[in-house]
């Protein structure tokens, strides 16, 4: 009786060990979901130039500018954010009590922040295409360090910062750290481009896809490192922890079958473990799979619907700035026509004294100008969307060709993109 209460207990606690185990397999199994889920973000979404960023979420590098930058409150450099602490350092004698009871004493040593602060604003990127605003307010920064330095009770530095502050058993000594997002760095963003509330220009700001924007001076390979390492360990942990709890099962497969020995029931816990790993690590594999190629699909989808929208604004836009100009032309052809006239001895007319005193410098040129940066503005835009969408398709079809995650995601509902329209043949040239 005594025995079989035992191996009650015993089982009790390799259930709550096994629990307990893959509890913290499940912690790590999503470490290494969400990190990466943020390298197929990474992959999925190319780094564009500023003149070719579109609506919806978008990467893009260029040079922070600022018409009226902040000033970092250590460096005094110009910048768009910044933060910054002053920490004094302090020793201290402590007493404790050692394994035996007895009383004894010791020093340590540490630091406590006196003085802090910090500011960040909007920005404007700047590469050699164009400029677009970036509201900074959600953002997540990655600066770099701007300041940092140790002074003593001498140093002028020492007191320029929280003067009256003090702390029991300081040393003297402070160190001065700070961190900023200088003018004139080269910052990489992530974020959600739309159109700006006057409706003139896009801007990049929050509410982007996986709710990503971020504002970085490390770049996207730094970023993309550190996830891929995170990633791995999450991975690595979660089997350990799968397993771990799988090894907790023994004394479970033992009271389950008494007849099973030891040697025999501890591989099948581990078995165990690693089918539950194995099923949920496939699991939430198959929904990134899933996941990222959706997301490149529609991505697609929205490359695909800008050159219609940038065809149709080109047949509403170009034939009136034509028209236009066409009538601006004729118009000052007759007057220059009757200007000649004059001069050639011809009697004056009502019509051309009237358009002489009223325009006393009629031109086409301007409409004729603007007609022209319009058109080309145009079909740069055009070239853009087009470029935009050869790429987008691309990599659709390079997703949905791949073994076995390509496999997966057309199983899973992911379709190929139609074929492309054939393009149009170039008009006939005319007999010379």
């Keep these: 009786m005594m025995q079989g209460t035992s191996g009650h207990d015993e089982a009790m606690a390799g259930l709550i060990g096994a629990a307990c ?47 009226e930058p902040l000033t970092a409150g250590i460096s005094g450099k110009a910048c768009v954010w910044h933060q910054w602490s002053v920490s004094e350092h302090w020793r201290r004698t402590q007493q404790y009590k050692d394994q035996k009871g007895v009383t004894r004493t010791r020093i340590v040593t540490g630091s406590d922040v006196v003085a802090s602060g910090g500011q960040w604003t909007d920005l404007r990127l700047r590469d050699d295409t164009g400029a677009i605003v970036v509201r900074a307010k959600g953002a997540d920064w990655t ?71 971020m504002i970085s001076l490390a770049g996207e390979r730094s970023h993309a490192g550190w996830a891929y390492f995170w990633a791995g360990f999450g991975l690595v942990a979660a089997g350990g922890a799968a397993l771990a709890g799988g090894a907790a099962l023994t004394p479970v497969v033992a009271a389950v079958a008494p007849g099973v020995r030891t040697d025999v029931a501890l591989p099948v816990g581990l078995g165990v473990g690693g089918l539950v790993f194995g099923a949920v690590t496939l699991l939430l594999w198959g929904l990134l799979v899933r996941n990222g190629a959706v997301r490149v699909r ?92 050869i790429e987008s398709r691309r990599a659709l079809i390079e997703r949905l060709q791949t073994f076995p995650q390509g496999t997966m995601a057309r199983i899973m509902g992911v379709a190929m993109p139609p074929p492309p329209l054939p393009v149009p043949p170039a008009p006939a040239r005319p007999p010379a």
């Design 143 to 213: 600066p770099t360090s701007t300041f940092q330095r140790t002074v003593g009770m001498r140093d002028p530095l020492y007191r320029s910062k929280a003067p009256g502050v003090t702390v029991g058993g300081s040393t003297g000594r402070r160190t001065f750290s700070e961190s900023a997002v200088p003018v004139g760095a080269v910052a990489w963003v992530m974020g959600n481009a739309h159109v700006r509330p006057d409706g003139n220009a896009l801007e990049i700001g929050d509410g982007a896809e996986e709710g990503v924007f």
């Design 298 to 389: 529609t991505r697609w989808e929205r490359s695909a619907s800008l050159v219609d929208v940038e065809l149709k604004r080109r047949s509403d836009l170009i034939p009136n700035l034509a028209a236009v100009a066409q009538g601006g032309a004729v118009h000052e052809r007759h007057v220059q026509q009757c200007i000649a006239a004059l001069r050639g001895g011809s009697p004056a007319n009502d019509v051309c004294r009237v358009l002489a005193e009223r325009y006393p410098a009629l031109q086409a040129d301007g409409a004729f100008l603007m007609l022209q940066r319009q058109l080309a503005d145009t079909e740069e835009r055009i070239a853009l969307a087009r470029r935009f969408e």
């Design 21 to 67: 185990a893959w509890a913290v397999a499940g912690l790590f199994l999503w470490l290494w979901y969400n990190r990466s889920r943020f390298m197929r973000l990474l992959r999925d979404v190319p780094t564009v130039p500023i003149k070719g960023i579109f609506v919806g979420l978008t990467e893009t590098r260029g040079t922070v500018e600022h018409d």
